[in-house]
């Protein structure tokens, strides 16, 4: 059974940072490529941000570029968000997601994932 457990999220104010990591169990995570994901209240499930099975490739969101950053620990089945300069408008549930695919292609939709975590909130005041 594949599970993607995400954790980490949190209360933190405006400029501050949070790291969440994502424990995947159940799948061949050294090549899945993963990503992370956030959805706000009333709003659609958006990209964050995409790491390849090898690490070697990471892709951001233009929301996020410079303040986030994506990090793999194959030996552990983890893959983390740093998450600096935190912002009210970051502030949603975070989802880690997995997708099979053993190339290096950059994958930034929601439907192209094939196995998702609960999710993890995330609340910066300001």
């Known amino acids: 059974q594949v599970q993607l457990v995400e954790s980490g999220g949190g209360l933190v104010q405006a400029g501050g940072s949070l790291r969440l990591s994502c424990a995947a169990s159940?799948?061949?995570?050294?090549?899945?490529?993963m990503g992370w994901f956030r959805q706000a209240p009333g709003k659609e499930r958006e990209f964050v941000g995409f790491?390849?099975?090898?690490?070697?490739?990471?892709n951001y969101a233009d929301s996020v570029k410079g303040r986030f950053t994506i990090s793999r620990d194959n030996a552990k089945n983890t893959v983390y968000l740093q998450m600096n300069s935190l912002e009210p408008e970051d502030t949603a549930v975070y989802f880690c997601?997995?997708?099979?695919?053993?190339?290096?292609?950059?994958?930034?939709?929601?439907?192209?994932?094939?196995?998702w975590g609960q999710g993890t909130q995330v609340t910066v005041s300001s």
């Open positions: 790491i390849s099975w090898s690490g070697t490739i990471t």
């Open positions: 159940g799948l061949p995570f050294s090549s899945c490529a």
């Open positions: 997601a997995a997708d099979h695919q053993f190339s290096q292609r950059v994958v930034t939709s929601r439907y192209d994932y094939d196995y």
